[in-house]
């Protein structure tokens, strides 16, 4: 099974100051076949479930603010929230979608400082 | 727009099976090229992925719970089920059901369900 490791476990940061997650997989999630990154990442709120963030490392799901990006290839990879909004606070998790079982990180959780 | 919905006991009894159903609709569990997916989160922590159902009935779960886990579909009534036999405390938790297309990342989530496990 991949495993994926993210950090930090938590992290404050101030209103439109930069947050910064990495998350770390066993082995490679990238397919030479297509040259895609099966790595997605999701945010969640308190009694929410998910919602998908990113997928293919990089691509904006409709919808999510351009200040929140991907990016990274092979094992490690990164999501950025450029400027930090209220509306952001939530647990954020990567998920890799290479192979079964899929798998999650351990979550990140953001908040105001 | 499609929405999926978690129904099922939510409360099951030491030993016993926990047996839950995503209804879908907006769309059709037999069409396309879709996974249909079962994910649980215990209280405070992170994200478990259990397994899932293509539309053509194959089937892949998590090792640890693949002697005790049947996911698949009912599409006469657009439904996926899951059922988790020998259940203990540690099935305790918030059980969501998904819709992965092409067993790709999940796209659409139902609001999810506790399930409690307890005597």
């Known amino acids: 099974d991949i495993v994926m490791t993210q950090s930090p476990d938590s992290l404050a940061v101030s209103l439109g100051e930069r947050a910064t997650i990495n998350c770390k997989s066993s082995q490679s999630v990238l397919h030479r076949s297509n040259n895609k990154n099966y790595l997605g990442w999701y945010k969640q709120k308190p009694g929410q479930p998910p919602k998908l963030l990113i997928s293919?490392?990089?691509t904006r799901e409709s919808g999510v603010p351009e200040r929140i990006s991907g990016s990274g290839s092979g094992t490690d990879f990164t999501l950025t929230i450029s400027s930090l909004q209220a509306e952001d606070v939530a647990v954020y998790y990567c998920?890799?979608?290479?192979?079964?079982?899929?798998?999650f990180g351990g979550g990140t959780m953001v908040e105001i400082k | 727009q499609v929405q999926l919905q978690e129904s099922g006991p939510g409360l099951v009894k030491p030993s016993q099976t926990l047996s839950l159903t995503c209804t879908v609709s907006g769309g059709s569990v037999n069409s396309g090229s879709f996974y249909w997916s079962w994910v649980r989160q215990p209280a405070g922590k992170g994200l478990e992925w259990i397994g899932r159902v293509s539309t053509n009935g194959r089937t892949n779960y998590i090792s640890s719970l693949k002697s005790r886990v049947t996911i698949s579909l009912d599409t006469s009534k657009n439904q996926f089920s899951l059922k988790l036999t020998s259940v203990t405390a540690a099935d305790t938790a918030v059980y969501y059901c998904?819709?992965?297309?092409?067993?790709?990342?999940?796209?659409?989530w139902g609001q999810g369900t506790l399930v409690t496990v307890s005597s």
């Open positions: 998920q890799q979608y290479y192979s079964s079982p899929l798998t």
């Open positions: 998904a819709r992965e297309p092409e067993g790709d990342y999940a796209d659409y």
């Open positions: 293919w490392a990089s």
